[in-house]
């Protein structure tokens, strides 16, 4: 049993306690009724007495105004009767007529019940004349009575009931129900002393009606009261009125009819303008009026039974401006009017409800059904349960719908709880369409005011229902949100609740399902269409999943949103942030045109279109904005992560296709990125692109991160190096710079590790276990240009730009230096010569070095890519051993058959030579000729005094001598003039006419040759001779470049064209007979050493007189 139904069950123990003692009390307003008319009776028996003073009023003696005293207080036998005076007359016709002034009527605790003015009866005069008294009529005016009832609802004429309820059984006297009263009416009618009575009438009543059960009295004036009476039955009709202070007093008219002989009666009741909280204090069947505050007006009709109890009872209520409100300190709910068309069964305290409509400016309800009064306490009932079919209802509050919201009918069943009230809805279904809504929950009202807890589902229902049954102050941005965006769904399984507390704010809740629905998540962005998912509103956050729905992209298709979460944290807020957990998964065009909506505009701004690639992505976004009518770009915080897969992109990168199988992408309102692994054209790339938010970084982004370096980069990026480059795989850093309307640049910096480098034509090669650096600057476009090429590693360094065709091979590759290992130091042009050949290359200045130079080395043929390859050298220095330089030099060469080709070339910036270059085991042999020998030599700073004749001469490098050449040298016609050395050689032999012949036009050699090795440091001469008409020489020794000084020996034949005759037995130069001879010193000064005596010896023999020629190694 719970608390509140124990507390009843008390109340009514302590009640049935104290009914019995009330019973009793009711047995006396018979009495007091009976005593009235005995005291009336007398009264005409005393009118009787002075009926000879017809037309006169006389004073009854004193001596018989006691004894009538007597017999009225013996009448009224628990009470006191007292008057002033009694008077007698007779009215026009002879009629008897007494009166009574002052009557007093007490009960036996002394207290006064009734008071009269004036009290006058008509008596029969044929009775009077036969000794009987037989009033025929009774008036009572100003008369003041008052009537109470007990605590269990039964009537007492005043006696003895507390009003508190606190009476006592000694306290209380006989109390009757309205069947008991009007039984005693009916027998009091039917005694031989107001038997004869036809009429009674009371004017100006006063009634002060104590009521226990209700804890309240009311005072109740202007009454009048009509009784008539004939053999069959007692009529009596009373009417009052009941001032509430205003203009016009409610009025209570009521009329009984008793059947004489039986218990059977009727009454009726009509009221107008009386408070329902009145009406309903005295009637069980409107106790349900208790809780409302207004004036109600209407007519209700019953019977009493044979049993003496209270019959079927029915009436019509019409209900004035007012409000509920079942205390004081629950808030007056407003209505403007109400009817109430009802009958009611007492046996089975049900109340049957024809209609029971309510009327308010705010929407109207229209019932019908029945009412159980249960838990009656003294005739109250405590509760009342109600089934009602609803007729009507439509609800239109200012400012809670925003239009009028109808429902078709429906079905309620409540239990109404009057004091404390507590209305418990089971179940109410309200009928719309096809649809039908569930209510259910309770409303209570105690000290603190209201309280709602209110459950509600619906199986289906529109979204413009749904706005429509919303109120606009019930989390008012959730339904303006569904308003809005909303455009059409299937909402089904709806569930809501809502909880009310006075004094707190209300918490409502909401679940439901969706489905064909076309929602918009986000302003400016377009619809989730075909949705379907599920929602809830809890703890103040809604939030709405979908389990299935697709956006199409304003370009590119349609995307899968499945998984989609929209949530307002706090409904509450007026402009609420908001969460869209968005999921996306489509393709990457049409994503890309979701991003670029407002207020993300992320493709835009990065200056790219929409269509930027194709392929699939899987989008996650995390959204955080206000929902308020102009969502700023400020006002929208994001962060999303993608997973692209499939990839291909023409448009990122001008002129390259990107393509990757998978890249990731971030983005939030500072930035944009785009990474992974893809291939750049056919180059393999792992990086990201970065796109910075703001108007100041509008249409510029940057890709930047590592890309294979392998001989594909060269390719692909035009770098101009020759096919076979470039070796094995490295990686480098690289960077591209996107802006919009702009070709785009990139930077390429790499460590070359894992990267084979070889310049063939240059003899340079980087291995792969080496590192170096590339460093390669350009514009991407349509051809690409390279404006920075810079190659470090090896002894080399190179920097230039490249140029390509408008097909994209190499047009001109300009570098304005390169340095290598020591031997080159020149600017070098690679000149195109179309797709899949090797370049041309040129030398514009510089110096080479042919001492270190290592280039065109090998023989052979050269590969297919490189035959026809020329070299156009124009070197500023080509220096080929210490004091030997070539300049100017210029030379046009070529690999078709190896290495070779052509030039010319000062030596030492003096005598012309030209050339050529053919290939060899150490590399590029040279062949120099001149037709002024002399002037090469003295160029050379070799031969100071040598004039005219030819030269030819070959130096072939030593392979794998770096800076060394085994070298010959023939010529013709060279005169030798003003040779001091030779002077001293001469006169040191005594050739006088030689030494004229030397000082004069010179000696002429008809032909010279030599075999000599040139390396970096020396001259080695193997052999070497010269011939002439008037001598001839040997030579071999040692010529150190760096010092100029010398060590040579030879042989000296004086009129070589007779003394040559032996030259079968001597070597080239050399006579039958000769002097021998040595050099030494300073090549400017040397000092000459000759043996005489080797004149004398045989050419054959001369060896013996001086060392060996030098010796060099093959």
Known sequence: MSEEQATDTQALDVKAGKAERRKRRRRRVGYWLWGSAKLLILLVAVGLVIFAMSGKSIRAPEWMQVRILDQLNAVVSDGDVAFEAIGLHFEKGLKPTITVKGLVLRNAKDAVIARVAMASASLSPKALIQGEIRPTDLRLDQASVTLKRARNGQFDLGFGVDVTGDSTDADATETKTLGQLL??????????????????????????????????????????????????????????????????????????????????????????????????????????LGVLDAPISGAMRAKIGEDGLLGQMDGTLEIGQGSLQPNEEARAIAFDSGRAYFGYDPKEQRIRFDELSVQTGAGKLVVEGQGYLRDMVNGVPAVMLGQFQIQELSVDPEGVFAAPVGFAGGALDMRLRIDPFKLDIGQAVLRDGDNSYLVKGKVTADTEGWHLAMDASVDAITPE?????????????????????????????????????????PVFGMGFEF???????????????????????????LTVVVDRGDVTAPEGGVMDATGTVFQIPDIDIKGPPAVIYLKARGP??????????????????????????????????????????????????YDVAATLTDVRSDKLVAGRVLTARELALVANPQDVEISGAGLLGRVPVQGAWHQKQGKEFAGQSRLEGTVELSQRFIDEFGIGLPKGSVTGAGRGQITIDLRRGEASKFRLVSDLKNVGMRISDLGWALSKSHTG????????????????????????????????????????????????????????????????????????????????????????????????????????????????????????????????GEYTARVNGKAPISGIVVPSKGGSAFRIKSKDAGAVFRAAGVLETVREGTMDLTLVPRKGYEGQYDGRLEGKSIKIRGAPAMADLLGAISGVGLLEQLNGKGIVFTDYQARFRLTPTQVIIISSSAVGASMGVSMDGFYNLGSSTLDMQGVISPVYFVNGIGRIFTRKGEGLFGFNYRMTGKASDPKIRVNPLSILTPGMFRELFKRPPPKVAQ
């Open 588 to 637: 990457i065009h049409a994503a890309m045109s979701l991003l670029d909506q407002k207020p993300f505009n992320i493709m835009s701004k990065a200056g790219q279109p929409v269509d930027l690639a194709t392929g699939r992505i899987g989008l996650e976004a995390e959204i955080h904005l206000r929902l308020v009518k102009k969502i700023e770009v400020e006002d929208v915080d």
């Open 465 to 505: 229902r749904l706005v429509g049954l919303w109120p606009l102050k019930v989390v008012p941005n959730t339904r303006e949100w569904i308003d809005e965006n909303v455009n059409s769904a299937e909402i089904f399984n709806v569930n809501g609740a809502i909880r009310v507390n006075s004094g707190e704010k």
């Open 183 to 288: 039984d005693g009416v009916d027998k009091a009618f039917e005694t031989p002393v107001l038997g004869t009575i036809e009429t009674v009438e009371l004017t100006h009543l006063i009634l002060n009606f104590s009521d226990a059960r209700a804890r309240r009295g009311w005072l109740l004036t202007e009454g009048r009261m009509q009784m008539q009476q004939d053999a069959e039955k007692v009529a009596i009709s009373v009417g009052f009125s009941l001032n509430y202070g205003a203009a016009q007093p409610a009025t209570i008219a009521l009329n009984f009819d008793t059947q004489k002989g039986t218990a059977v009666a009727g009454f009726g009741i009509k009221v107008d303008q009386v408070a329902a909280r009145d009406l309903a204090s005295q009637l069980p069947a409107l106790a349900w």
């Open 773 to 900: 650096k590339l460093e390669v600057v350009g514009t991407l476009g349509t051809p690409p240009r390279i404006d920075k090429l810079l190659i470090e590693g090896a002894g080399l360094r190179a920097e230039g730009s490249v140029k390509l065709t408008a097909a994209g091979d190499l047009e001109i590759a300009k570098f304005k230096r390169v340095k290598l290992a020591g031997w080159l130091d020149a600017p070098v042009e690679l000149i195109g010569r179309g797709r899949g050949a090797t370049p041309s290359v040129r030398l514009t200045g510089g110096v080479v070095d042919t001492r270190k130079a290592a280039f065109g080395s090998g023989g052979g043929s050269a590969p297919t890519s490189t035959r026809g390859v020329s070299l156009t050298v124009a070197l500023d220095r080509l220096i080929v051993s210490e004091g030997i330089t070539l300049t100017g030099f210029r030379g046009t060469f070529t690999r078709r058959n190896g290495f070779s």
């Open 515 to 541: 489905q064909n629905a076309n929602v918009r998540y986000m302003k400016h962005l377009p619809v989730v269409e075909n949705g379907a998912g599920h929602g809830t509103i809890a703890d103040n956050v």
